[in-house]
């Protein structure tokens, strides 16, 4: 228990450290040591737990008036925002959260008890992992990315203390979020992140942030307004606060709380129709989107939906939300295709990726929480991986177009090498998310086989658009200067322990799978699905030869093939040089390179109205089948 | 007992991996030789001999080797080993979606030696390619599907040793299949990618800029690539090796009369055509077949 | 021997009047059939064996000519198929034309005629089959020859 507090309590207390130190050596040993600390806590913790799932008591009446006067003060804050900006749906969402909090503790909150405030068990310790280990990378590699972004922008204001103090503030917030078994502590922590959210997303001040920040923060509140509701619905009706309990005693009367906390899970996980705001939210500075808005605030709304599921389980509303996320999946996947802004793309496939695990939750059969476990996982890694590249490119390049990244091999060929294992890592054979998208349709097969029919076509657009951004990126020109000299150790540092994580938790996914995952699955219905032996050892045959053929053969091709001759592209015999050519009337031309969006078939905007309009009524509906 | 059912019922998987990896590429260079004779009979012409893709692979082993960049020629090299990989991990019995998953890798390396050349035709011959991919995945994916809905399982050799003709359940999804096929074998209507009949427009497409030994790696890592698709054909009639012999051989005749009587479509209705009888044939089937089947 | 079962060309007009170019093509029809012989046309230099060239060059396609005979891989050989290609026929004396093919790239079989028969390009190109046959023998020759100088080059470390 000891490990769990000083996970939730240490990162805040060096947020606050952070913000008080005006010295930035000093500020970067303290991040650099607590950082060390934080991933040695996850491990330990791991180590520690051993497997089981551990309720605690931790009764303390000065925590629950604490956490309600931080909350209260939250909700002043967001109300002195919202009036500044003059956004009133902000205003009365707050409104309405405080009103229900207020009754919450004026009348129903003295009835009830709890027992167990914290937790642990193993889809928790996943997470912390994730949280650790990854957060703190992109901790340390917002260190170097901030100052390169200050020097760039020396239009927006120099507040990194404030920056730092909210990236450390969310991560305790994300531990209190996997940790805490009582619904009104992670109401409180689900709060914590949603402001940081804002706050980071408008971090840069100009008109198009804010719009961006306030854009995510009416979605989440209006999240929070359900989990409220839940929060009360459940003390009134099932009598309790306790999210075990809840699922395991609630019957009949965990199915409406259940149904709202997974309403509030869609908005954060960003699902179809509340997509938007992480779209926008890509505004942000890279790091924070590598945080939040891929590897772990996302990760607290399926977390939340997983957790829920059994609640749901059989009812229309965990049909619901299964189309809900496979709708998700199916229309972001298309619309990446479209999109031509790096970070767009990745938005997008995070979206459909969390689509896909809300998905898997909506079935709620072992299997596919077995695969939405692992596509957490496989996922987390990879798209912070990607993220945090294309944070070194933008700055480099001046640009965030994926068109501008030709020939990226020869002017940043570690940063394309990271990439491309990033991009390899999100939809190529032997790498984790395809190894769970391959559980994932098995899951599909058994349930429904339209979610199957889904699940093909959205691969199959996945497929598309990232073999052509890795396409782009290993076109090869000669003569080009190496740009990456001035890339500082800290992203160095990141993006070479991320790709070689991205690797290697795919090495070591049997184990993880059997360690972390498989007890967890037994623990909640008894018997768990593991992949075939055989076919494990064809991917490690896979992965063991790509790892070997690759570097091997570069060397080779770089050193030692001298058996060839050079000559220069076709182009129809009119080549002045490689990429010049005449062109009528004696003119010299350029070929340049482009490539294809596939406008006509997956425009952003009509793909987004229609899976709006559906997801609407699909929410409509999960919520009404619930309550009729 | 036809030799395709003492194939199956060997038990060592090592030895059927074996036999494929040397019999793929010759069967593959024979069929490939059948087709352009007959296809040069329907034309009124005499043809080439039918071991004359050998002599085409040979000759290109033995031309000088003539690269745009240093690299160009790796992704081919891969595309080769994953292809051979993938046709032996279908051969030795395994399982049906990591084939599926294996060829895609496979695919993703070719297009990716398209574009690692920057030059134009390669280009667009490699985005044409990925079209492609896109526009065949899905009905590829259905096809393991729908065989899983029937057996009960992905492993090829449970599925080749099923005793009742899948055909029956599946006919939707063998019919989009064999739409698929069509793009799979590099014909028209939908050679759009590297044909060489479509040189007026985009020269050789993705292999443009490849020569030499590198192209002839191309070329006999097609056969493996089709021997494998005729195999999944098998599969749908597997009750019966002689049905199923005769069902592959009637096929591919059938692709090279569609070859020699549709002229080439645009990528435009290529991938719509496509998607739209993966959706009305495949995911039909499907869906209705898991209908019947609820007790 | 595999180079002459399977020749793949290149067939490239340097501005002739067509009246080659619809016989090369012919030459491919099923009337004469010179697939028969595994002779395919490929369009693309890096993949031809044989080049066809028709017509006269003129400045602007004397670079032409040159890039794409530069791009074919060895052995290769040329074929100048119609008599502007070969000498530059009519239009020798024009202020433009350089003269026949052989004026930029070296040619190995001349095929004249004006226009140049199918049966005399068909006799062109199955000549040049056993030309190229001897360019395969002289370039592995040349090939070794220059693998050895380097390797002499190398002992005695001529080469830095």
């Known amino acids: 228990m000891e490990t769990i507090i000083f996970l939730i309590i240490f990162p805040a207390a060096i947020s606050l450290v952070l913000l008080s130190i005006p010295v930035k050596s000093v500020r970067r040993l303290i991040a650099v040591i607590a950082n060390i600390a934080l991933i040695a806590g996850t491990i330990h913790l791991m180590y520690e737990s051993g497997g089981e799932t551990v309720r605690f008591e931790l009764e ?18 967001i109300l002195y925002m919202g009036f500044r900006f003059r956004r009133y749906l902000v205003v009365l969402f707050t409104l309405a959260q405080l009103a229900l909090l207020v009754h919450f503790e004026a009348f129903v909150s003295p009835t009830v008890h709890v027992a167990h405030n914290l937790f642990v068990d193993n889809f928790s310790i996943i997470l912390a992992l994730i949280i650790g280990v990854i957060g703190s990378l992109i901790c340390l590699y917002a260190i170097g990315y901030i100052e390169e972004y200050h020097e760039r922008h020396k239009e927006s204001e120099d507040n990194r203390r404030v920056f730092f103090f ?31 959210s804002f706050l980071l997303i408008k971090y840069h001040e100009d008109e198009e942030s804010i719009e961006s920040a306030f854009s995510a923060l009416t979605i989440n509140l209006m999240g929070g307004l359900a989990f409220t509701a839940a929060i009360s619905y459940a003390t009134i009706f099932a009598g309790t606060l306790e999210l075990d309990r809840l699922i395991a005693e609630g019957g009949a009367y965990a199915v409406v709380p259940a149904a709202l906390i997974a309403f509030a899970g869609l908005t954060k996980s960003a699902q179809f129709p509340f997509s938007s705001w992480l779209t926008k939210a890509m505004v942000a500075p890279t790091p924070v989107s590598a945080l939040l808005h891929s590897s772990t605030m996302v990760k607290a709304g399926v977390y939340i939906i997983i957790k829920i599921s059994p609640a749901l389980r059989g009812t229309p509303a965990a049909a619901m939300l299964s189309y809900i996320g496979g709708l998700t999946f199916l229309v972001a996947s298309f619309i990446a295709i479209s999109q031509s802004n790096a970070k767009k793309v990745l938005a997008y496939s995070t979206i459909a990726n969390l689509g896909l695990v809300v998905a898997c939750a909506g079935i709620g059969t072992n299997e596919a929480i077995w695969s939405a476990i692992l596509l957490i996982v496989f996922h987390a890694v990879a798209k912070s991986l990607m993220f945090l590249c294309v944070g070194i490119t933008e700055h480099k390049l001046s640009s965030k177009e994926i068109e501008n990244m030709d020939f990226l091999i020869m002017e940043m060929p570690k940063v394309s090498a990271a990439m491309i294992i990033g991009i390899s890592g999100m939809f190529l054979a032997p790498f984790g998310m395809l190894i769970s998208k391959w559980a994932t349709l098995k899951a599909f097969i058994d349930f429904n086989p339209v979610m199957a029919i889904i699940l093909a076509y959205g691969s199959a657009a996945t497929l598309f658009f990232w073999t052509k951004w890795m396409g782009k990126i290993i076109t090869i020109k000669y003569g080009l200067k190496n740009r990456e000299k001035v890339v500082s150790p800290w992203e160095w540092t990141t993006l070479a322990v991320l790709s070689f994580m991205t690797i290697g938790v795919c090495i070591i996914f049997p184990i993880l799978s059997s360690a972390l995952i498989e007890p967890y699955i037994i623990g909640l219905f008894g018997v768990s699905p593991s992949m075939d032996r055989f076919n494990i050892i064809i991917i490690m045959i896979i992965m063991l030869g790509l790892l070997t053929i690759l570097p091997i053969g570069l060397m080779y091709y770089a050193w030692l093939n001298k058996d060839y001759k050079r000559v220069g592209t076709y182009l129809g015999g009119a080549n002045v040089d490689n990429i010049h050519f005449l062109g009528s009337l ?10 294809y969006y596939l406008d006509g078939f997956f425009s952003e905007k009509r793909l987004y109205n229609y899976g709006w309009v559906t997801a609407v009524f699909l929410v409509i509906l999960m919520l009404g089948v619930v309550i009729v | 007992m036809t030799p395709i059912d003492y194939y199956i019922h060997l038990d060592n998987i090592y030895l059927k991996a074996v036999v494929y990896v040397l019999l793929a590429p010759i069967l593959g260079g024979l069929l490939a030789g059948v087709d352009r004779k007959i296809s040069a009979r329907l034309q ?17 082993f033995r031309k000088e080797k003539i690269i745009v960049n240093k690299f160009q020629n790796f992704n081919v090299n891969l595309f080769f080993v994953f292809m051979v990989f993938t046709g032996s991990l279908f051969f030795l019995g395994g399982d049906l979606l990591l084939v599926i998953f294996a060829l895609t890798l496979a695919g993703v390396f070719l ?6 050349v920057n030059s134009p035709y390669c280009h667009i011959g490699a985005e044409r390619e990925l079209i492609q991919m896109m526009s065949y995945d899905p009905m590829i994916i259905l096809v393991a599907v729908g065989m899983y809905q029937v057996t009960g399982t992905f492993r090829v050799d449970a599925i080749a040793m099923y005793d009742e003709p899948l055909i029956i359940y599946l006919p939707g999804v063998f019919l989009g299949y064999l739409h698929i096929l069509t793009i799979k074998l590099r014909k028209s209507p939908f050679d759009l990618a590297m044909s060489a009949h479509a040189h007026q427009e985009l020269v050789s497409g993705l292999k443009t800029e490849f020569s030499g030994s590198t192209l002839a790696l191309i070329e006999i890592g097609h056969w493996y690539e089709n021997v494998l698709l005729l195999g999944i054909i098998y599969l749908f009639f597997a009750f019966n090796s002689l049905v199923g012999l005769a069902a592959m051989l009637i096929l591919y005749f059938f692709e090279i009369i569609i070859d020699n009587t549709y002229a080439r479509f645009k990528w435009e209705l290529t991938f719509k055509s496509t998607w739209l009888v993966t959706a009305l044939f495949g995911a039909a089937n499907i869906i209705i077949l898991y209908y019947s089947m609820q007790p | 021997m595999f180079f002459k079962k399977s020749p793949w060309i290149i067939h490239y007009d340097a501005t002739s009047c067509n009246g080659c170019d619809i016989e090369v093509v012919a030459s491919l029809t099923p009337m004469y059939d010179l697939e028969r012989f595994g002779i395919v046309n490929t369009g693309n230099p890096k993949h031809a064996d044989i080049f066809v060239v028709t017509g006269a060059v003129n400045e602007s396609s004397r670079m032409v000519v040159k890039n794409i005979y530069d791009q074919m891989p060895n052995p290769k050989v040329v074929v100048a198929v119609g008599i502007c290609a070969t000498s530059g026929g009519v239009f020798r004396e024009c202020y433009n ?42 370039f592995r020759k040349a090939k070794s020859e220059a693998r050895r100088q380097e390797k002499k080059l190398r002992r005695y470390h001529l080469n830095d």
């Open chain 1, 166 to 196: 909210l990236m450390y503030l969310f991560l305790s917030a994300m531990f209190g979020i996997v940790f805490s078994n009582n619904l009104k502590w992670i109401y409180f922590f689900w709060e914590i992140t949603t402001l940081c």
């Open chain 2, 111 to 116: 297009a990716l030696a398209g574009f690692s």
């Open chain 2, 44 to 60: 009124g012409r005499i043809g080439p001999p039918i071991i004359q893709p050998f002599y085409d692979v040979f000759k290109l």
């Open chain 1, 60 to 77: 303390n009446i000065w925590i629950e008036r604490a956490m309600t006067v931080l909350e209260v003060a939250l909700s002043v804050y």
């Open chain 1, 586 to 595: 004696g003119a010299q031309r350029t070929a340049d390179i482009r490539n």
């Open chain 3, 97 to 138: 034309v350089l003269g026949g093919v052989d004026k930029v790239i070296p040619v190995d079989v001349y095929v004249p005629g004006c226009a140049a028969r199918p049966e005399s390009i068909i006799d062109g190109i199955i000549t040049a089959l056993d030309i190229l046959e001897r360019r395969l023998v002289e």
